[in-house]
């Protein structure tokens, strides 16, 4: 069965080397997808040991005016037979014209492969409020493409994903947009040909654990970000926890930024900050980023119980689990 769904993986992957079709990443950025994986696969909802709940702010290019700003509020948990539940809501003002308003809800299910490891299928319904604000400086004020004033418009699509988790590991993948519908704006019939189509996205994450002592663990984790015609994005990480309470963290994406994060979880509550150094040429606007995520955990007894992603586990009687060092 893991050799069938790596295979899977590898075929993917292949696939999206071949792609010829031309697009561009039409998503918002995150620096904190290993806190919260949920937001990047809905094949993460209804595994974690609790049902969780998470608000998030992000301030991209912080002092630059208009710079784009983000804020998601979701949460996941498990049902009955292997079955989980999860939502999203997002504002996100890209820095001006655009804004888009959206909501996203999410089920899976997970297979168990053998005592420690299992596979999940998720798959999600989005909905998008466009808004495009055409009262611009323009260099062609007669360009067919504008229609003056506010032009709103909704789209709807789907997102896809898929995990395969370990005692200790994660991996997997997730297509959001996976029906390409257009987001409606600037569709002037003037104007032939332009449906501002939701291109298709790929993303490939991976996450391990590694116990040093009994008080330090330390966590690789990366996700890969792919269009069809753009280079690819990669965003690699390295957490250390302390006492499975604290942690700081060292990363990068490849061509915009370093990232410095710190956080911790205290009885039912996690709060983390990332702070992102600029490292493009977008430096001399605003060299640096703040993302802000506040987490509450709900303990149940019920599903199937992850710990690939979350050091607090709930033991599931149908599921054997090797012993934690500290719950």
Known sequence: MRNFILSIIGVTLFALCVTTESNGQQLFRRSQFMTNPFLSNPAIAGTLPESMVSMGYRNQWTGFEGAPETMTLSGHTALPNRIGVGGLIYSDDTGGAIRRTGIELAGSYTIDLNNYDAVSFGLSLMANQWSFDNDLDVWDVEDPALQYGMEQSLSMDAHFGMMVFG??????????????????????????????????????????????????????????????????????????????????????????????????????????????????????????????????FVPRSTGFSSNSWNYRRILNSSRRYRSPRRN
């Open 167 to 296: 005692d200790a590991y994660a991996f997997g993948f997730a297509i959001p947009h996976l029906i390409q519908a257009s987001s409606g704006l600037g569709t002037s019939s003037a104007v032939s040909g332009l449906d501002n189509t939701q291109v298709r996205h790929f993303r490939f994450m991976g996450h391990y654990r590694y116990d040093v002592s009994d008080e330090f663990t330390i966590e690789p984790s990366a996700l890969v970000r792919v269009t069809p015609q753009t280079p690819a994005q990669m965003d690699v990480y390295l957490r250390g926890w302390y006492n499975r309470m604290a942690w700081m963290s060292l990363g990068f994406r490849t061509n915009d930024a370093v990232i410095i994060g710190v956080g911790g979880q205290y009885n039912n509550v996690g709060l983390s900050y990332v702070y992102d150094v600029t490292s493009t040429a977008a430096r001399y606007l605003s060299p640096h980023s703040h993302e802000v995520t506040l987490t509450y």
